[in-house]
């Protein structure tokens, strides 16, 4: 359901679309009705009434999840379940290892090469708030404040570098109260970072 909501936003899955396999599959000389049953987060992108008029058929839409197609076909109707759109925590947990592989790789293919341009307390810091990101957003989404995903990044990635931000107040030499003053890239430029990836949910989940 999810991929046919993303690529109905995107005009991959729309009213040209449908019309053009129609005609390419020859779909009249193929079946008897003028029945099309399409999933119900494609409404997005179809016109329902532009299809049946170019192309005779009557488009009618089914469940949101295609588990429920074999129920709604018992009786073609929708019970309220059937139409409910939900982002539950089996479906946020599935995100996480695409995520960490896409977040890590540059890391293993070139650890030392990033560890030299930024530090290892930078590296260190930026691998952190990253990977916090990574595996807390998708369990935690639903009881984060506000209702955007960047700042929901942006939290989270503050809370990863709040550590390595204080680390130079533990010294007690006053040299390192001092240069915790370029501490604050920590504090701004580390949690942009998972700020920036956390939009990704935007394009790949119903939440919005």
Not at 13 to 28: M, Q, V, W, Y
Not at 93 to 104: A, E, G, K, M, T
Not at 109 to 120: I, N
């Amino acid at each position: 359901g999810i991929n046919v909501w993303c690529a109905a936003g995107k005009g991959t899955f729309g009213t040209n679309a449908l019309l053009h396999r129609i005609e390419s599959t020859s779909l009249k000389e193929v079946v008897r009705h003028r029945v099309l049953l399409l999933p119900q987060l494609g409404a997005a992108g179809v016109a329902a009434h532009a299809v049946q008029a170019h192309s005779g058929f009557l488009v009618k839409y089914g469940p949101v999840r295609a588990a429920d197609i074999p129920a709604y076909l018992q009786t073609h109707q929708a019970t309220p379940q059937m139409r409910k759109v939900e982002f539950p925590l089996r479906d946020r947990l599935v995100l996480i290892p695409v995520d960490l592989l896409r977040v890590l790789l540059p890391y293993t293919l070139a650890p030392h090469r990033t560890a030299c341009r930024l530090g290892w307390v930078s590296s260190l810091a930026v691998l952190v708030t990253c990977t916090g990101r990574t595996v807390l957003l998708p369990i935690l989404l639903p009881w984060l404040p506000t209702h955007t995903f960047s700042t929901k990044g942006f939290l989270l990635g503050l809370l990863a570098a709040l550590p390595f931000a204080l680390s130079p107040f533990l010294r007690q030499d006053w040299s390192y109260h001092r240069a915790a003053l370029g501490q604050a890239e920590f504090l701004l430029a580390r949690p942009a970072v998972p700020a920036f990836i956390a939009l990704h949910f935007t394009g790949c989940t119903p939440y919005t």
